[in-house]
């Protein structure tokens, strides 16, 4: 076997120093260097004979999986300290974020990405001129010195804030006006949430839509439970105040602003008091409940709203007509019932007070640093975070939210793989293939409810990487797409404003279109999976499909436990607790027989008692709760036998994978590794508490264990006795 010419000059170098001199140091490095070699080239020989796979790729992902380990613990008693370990050992929660996971440090990564291929204006970025339109951020001196200049003028055009101003001589919008100009205007729903939306029983038309809106803070158990967080949001509330008094030059009246903005708290708290809880909001067929304008303004009063003129004001803003017969769909029947008491216990004042708040709180991270340490406090008693992301973050997520096809280019342009949108479609193929054939296990679903489930998975059709127009090089569909934003260098703050109408607007003038079903709901740069229910579509934006989920070049067994497991998990949502009220084509219909529909509840019921015994010891030993996480939870479960059985055929066609150097695994090992460290992560007590209150995933950790502990190819694959905690007597399966 003949030297490469690198290998003959290190031996060259190592058996005869040079006369000139050379040091003793210099040798025993170039004796160690020679040594490695040799063993390097030992092991590679070692692992071809053991069928261990030793290219880059390989190498780089047995590295990465055996660093996020922790071999210490017994992979029976807790897979994913198991599998995660290492990775909680060696990662720190950034001071600006209270949630560091696998998905975090992609979409930092991602983030780092863009900001090299977006440019430079001054500390911040902007889009490439390929576009002809730049979504540009000043640089941050130029923000400091407007300081509470367009905080003020936005003030003004709202009608005033009546506790930051002497007396409120204005007279006072129509709360009708103020509601449709907050949603026009500034795509803030505040009191109401009215957009525009396919139509859950026709979903090849949109339709209004009215829901109970959002909060100011993360959910309404934040308004009854600790008071720590109302202190903290009433000290942000009437800092705010202040300071858009003292900067208008107005007398300091710090006892009057605590009064009225307790007032507004009082008010926030009966709002928050009148939505439905999430547990109550779990069947969509129930929350369906269509009716014509009229209706609306007969049946929902609010003592004296007009509804008519509140909707038609709305749809004037795209020059759409409504009529008294227009079709409504209302998701909060409950809470309108409610929410007439609730206005007519405060004046208009109070009102006012609470919807100006409600835009001026959004709004601070657009504008100075003052206004940001004025909401630190709070943010430190919400999120556990001390410090603000850094400017360039800012202005990325920025330019991506108002540009997201046009910077979904770029990053497709610059990391996404030539084959791997081709791949990722083989793999959704595949995935889909394995739960068509998992239906015909089921014994608790007869063949009817079975053969319309088949169906409806056959028809779900798939969105991977990006929309190829995005890539075309004279693109004027992109350029379109941006025509109407005009963006200055000097006014971040007003640009911020103008894509917020822009979103709005583009949202209701779909009242009078069809539904188009080739619309990509996300950009391409976007760290994330998605279904639809009413469109029976999942999508796998370009974001996703990279390491640990996806390589072309990395063993199926981390393929299909990766990417596989989240294909299987959006394939799934179709038939969860929410998505299996919905056909194929998208409409919410009974598909269902009885026999099936009951059944479904049993075992589900199962999982819900399942996961409701999981106690999070980071949210203050709260358990969570099995019923709003119930859809996750089926996916979870689903999705990971779908992309297991996937892999079996796989390996029945192409034969067994080689493994991996370090990792004494065999190949189902290493697919249930890789599925567990995806969802590696950690996150700060006060993230704990409002996402067991909010997110409708159950904790990283237990969608781990949760999922495994309910599969007996796991247990089969590393051996794990039963009763054991990751193989006990009782399992769930719903899919």
């Known amino acids: 076997m003949g030297k490469s010419e690198s290998q003959m000059d290190i031996m060259e170098k190592t ?91 992609l979409r930092d990564e991602l ?113 009854f439970n600790n008071g720590n967080y109302k202190k903290a949001y009433l000290q942000f509330m009437v800092s705010m105040a202040i300071i858009a008094r003292e900067d208008r030059n107005l007398t300091q009246e710090d006892e009057r602003v605590w009064e009225e903005m307790m007032q507004v708290l009082a008010l926030e708290r009966d709002i928050a008091n009148a939505t439905s809880t999430a547990e109550a909001r779990s069947d969509i067929t129930v929350l369906y409940n269509k009716m014509t304008l009229s209706d609306l303004q007969e049946t929902f009063g609010l003592d004296g709203f007009n ?37 007519s216990r405060y004046n208009r004042r109070t009102v006012q007070n609470y919807l100006v708040w409600m835009l001026v709180m959004d709004r601070v991270g657009t504008l100075s640093r003052r206004f940001k340490d004025v909401r630190a406090y709070y943010r430190k008693v919400l ?42 479609k083989w793999c959704e193929k595949k995935i889909r293939e394995a739960y068509v054939e998992t239906l015909e296990e089921l014994n608790w679903m007869d063949d009817q409810s079975n053969a319309k489930a088949r169906e409806k998975a056959l028809a779900i059709s798939e969105q991977i990487g990006y929309p190829d127009y995005i890539l075309q090089e004279e693109n004027q569909k992109l350029d379109e797409e941006y025509i109407h934003l005009n963006f200055s260098e000097e006014s971040y703050f007003e640009n911020s404003l103008q894509n917020l109408q822009a979103t709005a607007q583009k949202g209701h003038k779909r009242l009078r279109e069809p539904v188009d079903s080739d619309l990509w709901i996300i950009g391409a740069a976007v760290v994330n999976a998605f279904y639809s229910h009413n469109r029976n579509q999942i999508v796998f934006p370009a974001g996703i499909l990279q390491p640990p989920f996806f390589s072309e070049k990395q063993l199926q067994a981390l393929n299909f436990g990766g990417i596989g497991m989240v294909i299987g998990h959006e394939i799934t949502h179709g038939f969860d607790d929410h998505g299996r009220n919905f056909d194929k084509n998208g409409n919410m219909q009974n598909w269902w027989s009885n026999y099936s529909t009951q059944h479904f509840e049993e075992q589900s019921k199962c999982m ?120 006990p007597e009782e399992k769930c399966r719903v899919w």
């Open 15 to 105: 058996a005869k120093p040079r006369r000139h001199g050379c040091s003793l140091v210099e040798i025993g490095l170039s004796i160690m260097l020679l040594l490695t070699s040799c063993a390097l080239a030992g092991m590679i020989v070692l692992y071809a004979s053991a069928n261990i796979c030793m290219t880059p790729d390989c190498v780089t992902a047995a590295a990465r999986l055996l660093q996020n380990m922790d071999p210490r613990v017994d992979p029976c008693q807790n897979f994913y300290q198991h599998a995660c370990g290492g990775w909680l050992e060696r990662h720190v929660i950034p001071e600006s974020s209270s949630l560091h996971s696998v998905f975090n440090v």
């Open 111 to 223: 983030e780092i990405v863009l900001k090299g291929k977006l440019g430079h204006c001054g500390c911040c970025c902007c889009v490439s001129h390929d576009w002809r339109k730049a979504a540009a951020l000043p640089p941050a001196g130029v923000i400091e010195q407007r300081t509470s200049q367009p905080l003020l003028k936005l003030i003004d055009a709202m009608g005033d804030w009546p506790v930051a101003s002497e007396g409120w001589s204005k007279e006072p919008l129509w709360l009708e006006d103020t509601l449709a100009t907050l949603n026009t205007r500034y795509n803030r729903k505040v009191l109401l949430d009215m957009f525009v939306w396919p139509d859950d029983r026709d979903s090849s038309h949109h339709v209004i839509h009215i829901d109970q809106p959002s909060l100011g803070m993360p959910s309404r158990d934040y308004y």
């Open 307 to 343: 509804w008519t003129h509140y909707i038609q004001e709305i749809m004037a803003s795209v020059s759409v007509v409504v009529q008294a017969d227009e079709p409504i769909v209302v998701y909060c029947t409950p809470y309108l019932e409610q929410l007439d008491r609730v206005l």
């Open 383 to 424: 999120h556990g975070t001390t410090v603000e992301e850094a400017r360039w973050r800012d202005c990325v997520r920025y330019v991506q939210s108002s540009m997201e096809n046009a910077v979904g280019a770029l990053y497709v342009r610059e990391t996404f793989a030539g084959d791997s949108k081709r791949m990722g």
């Open 608 to 727: 819900v008692q399942q996961y409701s015994r999981f106690t999070w010891k980071l949210s203050g030993d709260q358990n969570v709760s099995g019923i709003t996480t119930l859809g996750e939870n089926i996916a979870d479960n689903g999705g990971l036998r779908q992309a297991y059985k996937a892999y079996m055929k796989w390996l029945e066609r192409e034969g067994e994978e080689p493994g991996l150097p370090g990792l004494d695994m065999d190949h189902k090992q290493l697919f249930f590794l890789n599925f567990a460290q995806i969802w590696c992560g950690a996150c700060r007590p006060e993230y704990a508490i409002q996402s067991i209150k909010t997110d409708p995933h159950s904790p990283l950790e237990y969608r781990v264990l949760g999922s495994l502990q309910n599969f007996d190819a796991f247990s089969e694959a590393f051996q794990c006795e039963r009763g054991t905690p990751m193989n």
